[in-house]
């Protein structure tokens, strides 16, 4: 069985520190895809990554970066910078491929999530 | 583009009534869509995965006799809370996969049982 492990439950930080969010991982998978997503106070989850199990090239996208370890199972997410607006609960979340009776679909299992609470 | 949409966005219901929560993929059709059922300052849990045109599939510890699903057509999933009690209160997200790893997630929909 997968599992996700985001080990920190709430971090508080200032406007314009740095921030890395951490995410491990247990699959049997050999091809698998890894995601963010952000969860701000409203709920919708927003989606902010997918990499698959194949590409091991680390991603920036603006404030925003990850960092794939496959080595050490780890998927780490880090905010530049940080804004009050980037106040949210961040998932880390992993897919399986499986099979059941309506045919192969994938299933996400998710991290408990992380808080992030940056202060003015 | 891959926009899905919940119905309603809440919704307060009495102790014993039934609730139906509609899930629509807006801009493409979703073979399979999924229900999940997040409790405050928790993760969220898959409670069922549907395909079009057959029976849902029910993750563990679910029961299907009190949350029934129904994936009537490639847009439209419904997840029905039957004879609903207060610990069913809840904040329920469906998503929609459309042929790949990624799922679109819904706004979800706040279910308080009173």
């Known amino acids: 069985a997968q599992k996700v492990t985001q080990a920190q439950t709430e971090i508080s930080v200032v406007e314009k520190e740095d921030v890395t969010l951490d995410c491990v991982y247990e699959?049997?998978?050999?091809?698998?895809?890894l995601f963010w997503y952000k969860q701000p106070p409203s709920g919708e989850l927003v989606f902010l990554i997918r990499?698959?199990?194949?590409?091991?090239q680390n991603e920036i996208s603006g404030r925003y970066s990850w960092n794939f370890q496959k080595s050490t199972s780890s998927f780490n997410f880090t905010i530049t910078a940080s804004q009050v607006v980037d106040s949210a609960v961040y998932f880390c979340?992993?897919?399986?491929?499986?099979?059941?009776?309506?045919?192969?679909?994938?299933?996400?299992?998710f991290g408990k999530g992380t808080l992030l609470t940056v202060n003015p | 583009g891959a926009v899905v949409s919940q119905h309603p966005s809440w919704v307060i219901c009495k102790s014993g009534t039934s609730v139906k929560i509609e899930c629509r993929s807006l801009?493409?059709?979703?073979?399979?869509m999924f229900w999940y059922r997040q409790f405050p300052k928790q993760s969220l849990m898959l409670m069922a995965t549907?395909?079009?045109?057959?029976?849902?599939?029910?993750e563990q510890g679910v029961e299907k006799d009190k949350f029934l699903i129904n994936h009537a057509s490639l847009t439209l999933s419904t997840l029905t809370v039957t004879s609903a009690h207060p610990e069913d209160s809840s904040f329920y997200i469906c998503?929609?996969?459309?042929?790949?790893?990624?799922?679109?997630f819904g706004p979800g929909t706040r279910l308080t049982v009173t």
């Open positions: 979340a992993l897919s399986e491929a499986r099979v059941d009776s309506g045919g192969s679909n994938y299933k996400l299992t």
């Open positions: 699959t049997r998978d050999t091809t698998y895809y």
């Open positions: 801009d493409f059709q979703a073979t399979t």
């Open positions: 990499r698959n199990s194949f590409d091991e």
């Open positions: 998503s929609a996969d459309w042929e790949g790893f990624e799922q679109y």
């Open positions: 549907s395909n079009e045109g057959s029976k849902a599939t029910y």
